[in-house]
Each structure stands twice: as structure tokens, then as C-alpha cells.
């Protein structure tokens, strides 16, 4: 098995997105405003040359959090054939690495309900009661400070 995780283009996402997040709606609500800012960025899981899961980093706050520096995970998706296999864990230390890369202090994010454990594992907490994300279903919001180890 041959693995990298790359810096990736904006729509190099979308096929991804599209089967994970967005499936059976159309390809284009798998562009997220703000996808082509240069202060945002792509990073892809290759299994052996295929893209098989994807995360994005929007560098923006929160006003639940006082003011630093802080990235916004979203369009974490891993396809449904190669979950459960630590890729999504892999993809959210490549996120943190960067974060930390680039000082900034605090990673946020919308979680879907059904993927808190998933960050909770990770040492991610949620904050404040679920709430419903129109189209998409129930999420947390979920927060950690990133530090050096
Ligand atoms: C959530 C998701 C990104 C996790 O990716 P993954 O590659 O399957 O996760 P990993 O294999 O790296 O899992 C790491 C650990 O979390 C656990 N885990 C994975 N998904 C979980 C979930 N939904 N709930 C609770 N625990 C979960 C794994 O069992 C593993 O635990 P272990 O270390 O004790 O074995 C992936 O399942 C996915 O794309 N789901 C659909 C889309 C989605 O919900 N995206 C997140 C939107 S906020």
C-alpha cells in the first residue's frame, strides 16, 4: 500500500465531496464559498494513486472564541469503501500539523452529529447544543487548541 496526503486544488475535491457530502445533489453544491481564497487549503489522502479522502481549511474565527488566529475544518470526507481504516484520523493530523505550521491557535468546525465521536476521539469537544444545518442534518460545533507536542 503507497499512501501520500498532497496539497490539492479546490475542485480536485469535488468528486470526493460530492459521493461522501453531497450525493444525489447537484456537483456544484460541492463548491463552498470560499474555496478559492488563498488563505484556504486542500489536502487529499492517495491510496495508491487514487484520492480517496479530502479536508479543507478556511482560515476565519468564530465569535464563540476570543480573537487568534484559527482555521475552520470543512468537507472532511473519507468515501464509504475506505472508512474505518485511520485515513480520516490521518487527514485531521495533516490539518492540525498545518494549523500549527502556520501558528494558529484554534481549529473549529461544524461536526455532523453522527461524526462527533469521531472528533471526540481525536480530542475535540463540542460546544453548545445541536443545532440544524438546512439541507445537510444535525451538527455540533466542535473546537480544540492546537499546540506543539
Ligand atoms: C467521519 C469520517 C471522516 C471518519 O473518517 P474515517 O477514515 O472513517 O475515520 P478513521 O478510520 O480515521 O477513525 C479514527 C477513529 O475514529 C473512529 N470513528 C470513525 N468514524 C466514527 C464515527 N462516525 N463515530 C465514532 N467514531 C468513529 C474509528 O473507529 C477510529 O477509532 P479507533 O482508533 O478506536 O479504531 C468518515 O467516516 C466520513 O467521511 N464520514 C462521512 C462524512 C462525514 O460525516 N464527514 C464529517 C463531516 S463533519
Redesign the pocket.
Known amino acids: 500500500m503507497n499512501y501520500s496526503i498532497q496539497k490539492i486544488a479546490p475542485f480536485d475535491t469535488y468528486p470526493v465531496r460530492h459521493l461522501?457530502?453531497r450525493f444525489g445533489k447537484p456537483i456544484e453544491t460541492c463548491h463552498f464559498n470560499g474555496d478559492d481564497l488563498l488563505t484556504t487549503h486542500h489536502f487529499g489522502y492517495y491510496l495508491n494513486g487514487t484520492l480517496v479522502?479530502v479536508i479543507s481549511l478556511f482560515e476565519i474565527g468564530n465569535d464563540h472564541f476570543s480573537k487568534q488566529k484559527s482555521y475552520q475544518?470543512r468537507?472532511?470526507?473519507?468515501?464509504?469503501s475506505?472508512?474505518?481504516?485511520?485515513?480520516?484520523?490521518?487527514?485531521?493530523q495533516k490539518a492540525e500539523d498545518f494549523c500549527l505550521s502556520q501558528n494558529a491557535t484554534l481549529i473549529w468546525?461544524?461536526?455532523?452529529t453522527?461524526?462527533?465521536?469521531?472528533?471526540?476521539?481525536?480530542g475535540y469537544v463540542t460546544i453548545g447544543s445541536e443545532f440544524e444545518i438546512t439541507d445537510v442534518g444535525p451538527?455540533f460545533l466542535m473546537y480544540k487548541a492546537v499546540t506543539k507536542k
Open positions: 461522501v457530502l479522502g475544518i468537507g472532511m470526507a473519507v468515501l464509504s475506505h472508512q474505518k481504516q485511520g485515513i480520516g484520523e490521518a487527514l485531521v468546525f461544524n461536526a455532523r453522527s461524526a462527533v465521536g469521531f472528533y471526540e476521539k481525536m451538527h
